[in-house]
């Protein structure tokens, strides 16, 4: 995998609010900003706003750490934009939080660096000294551990809030739907719903019975969201 995937056209801008479970108007200001008041506002995640109504497999993942923010301390993002324009500006990538490499080492001095020099309210900093040490703040821990990474970019990124779930999102399995070893959970839900038996489901889709009661749990906690 590359990093060309970060750029790849994976849901609608409906889908992907859907699944980050923020309202779709939140996610469309975060992608191409747009008018409050008299007052002009730029996107937070892209450098530019476009008329696309699409989600790029880096924008979602990116959307995924605001939507940490806006869960945690519900304030203004805007001025996180700030700080991925710098990064931007530093690493040469277009989405740099959908990269590992500002969450760890050096990475985190220069998040330092860029917040301090931003003026960032407490509420939207990424890391924090602590005992002489640089750790991230809950927010952006919560976001870096739902993510799998491989070769520095986000491969995967798990949509179910219970950390020990196994299910996931990848851009190369189900089309980016949420699945389990490959199993759409939505579709598991449905064989269910209709009145099929647990045990019969798992074996026909070479699962666990936990494999398919964790499918269950994320699909139920979804829809009833």
């Excluded at 990116?62 to 519900?74: A, V």
């Amino acid at each position: 995998m590359t990093a060309s995937v970060l750029d790849r056209e994976m849901f609608s801008e409906a889908e992907a609010s859907r699944i980050l479970r923020v309202p779709q108007s939140t996610l469309h200001w975060w992608l191409n900003g747009g008018m409050y008041g008299n007052r002009n506002y730029s996107p937070v995640i892209r450098a530019e706003p476009t008329s696309g109504r699409s989600v790029t497999w880096a924008e979602f993942v990116e959307s995924g750490l605001l939507r940490e923010y806006r869960r945690t301390h519900k304030v203004a993002l805007s001025e996180l934009r700030i700080v991925i324009d710098r990064l931007r500006d530093e690493y040469g990538t277009p989405y740099p939080l959908a990269h590992h490499r500002p969450f760890v080492g050096p990475g985190r001095e220069l998040l330092l660096e860029v917040q301090q020099e931003a003026g960032l309210d407490a509420d939207l900093c990424l890391v924090a000294v602590a005992n002489d040490q640089l750790l991230l703040t809950p927010a952006a821990e919560a976001f870096v551990q739902r993510v799998e990474w491989a070769e520095d970019i986000a491969v995967s990124w798990r949509p179910h809030d219970d950390p020990q779930s196994p299910v996931r999102m990848a851009p190369d399995v189900r089309f980016g739907k949420p699945a389990i070893k490959g199993i759409s959970t939505g579709a598991l839900w449905e064989h269910v719903e209709s009145g099929e038996d647990l045990t019969e489901v798992a074996e026909a889709f070479g699962l666990d019975i936990g494999d398919l009661r964790w499918a269950l749990a994320y699909e139920n906690s979804a829809r009833a969201a």
